[in-house]
């Protein structure tokens, strides 16, 4: 099986920064061939992409509302999934949840995706 670990959330003023990061395990020596992303939930709404990565060769993709603001990265040598946010915005608040799966044909629905971490909290206000 695969552990996802989630940390770095917390409460921050709007123009902000933060680092998520997520901590992958497994009974494997290398996570080739997988695909890990990022996303959000806002209370009362659905899951929502954020940004994905290839986890040999890092290609990243975002959804559209990112505009620029967000940086998702990996540590293979650390197992370590990031995500820098800067320019945060109060909209931006959510548990943030990073997820896994096998194969990198790039997908964004959260149902694509097999292996979830527990989520960590961002809100953004004054």
């Known amino acids: 099986q695969v552990q996802l670990v989630e ?20 009974r494997r020596r290398t996570f080739s061939g997988w695909r890990v992303g990022w996303f959000r939930q806002a209370p ?8 994905t990565i290839t986890w040999s060769g890092g290609y990243v993709y975002y959804a559209d509302f990112v505009g620029g603001r967000f940086t998702i990265s990996r540590d293979i040598a650390e197992n370590m999934v990031y995500l820098q946010m800067n320019g945060l915005k109060p909209e931006d608040t959510a548990v943030y949840y ?7 044909p790039l997908v964004t629905a959260p149902s694509e995706y097999d292996y979830w971490g527990q ?6 206000s004054s």
């Not at 959330?9 to 680092?19: F, T």
């Not at 009362?44 to 940004?51: L, P, S, Y």
């Not at 989520?119 to 953004?124: C, I, K, L």
């Open 98 to 104: 990073c997820a896994a799966k096998q194969r990198v």
């Open 44 to 51: 009362g709404q659905g899951r929502e992409f954020v940004a």
């Open 7 to 26: 940390s770095g959330g917390g409460l921050v003023q709007p123009g902000d920064s933060l680092r998520l990061s997520c901590d992958v395990s497994g």
């Open 119 to 124: 989520g960590t909290q961002v809100t953004v």
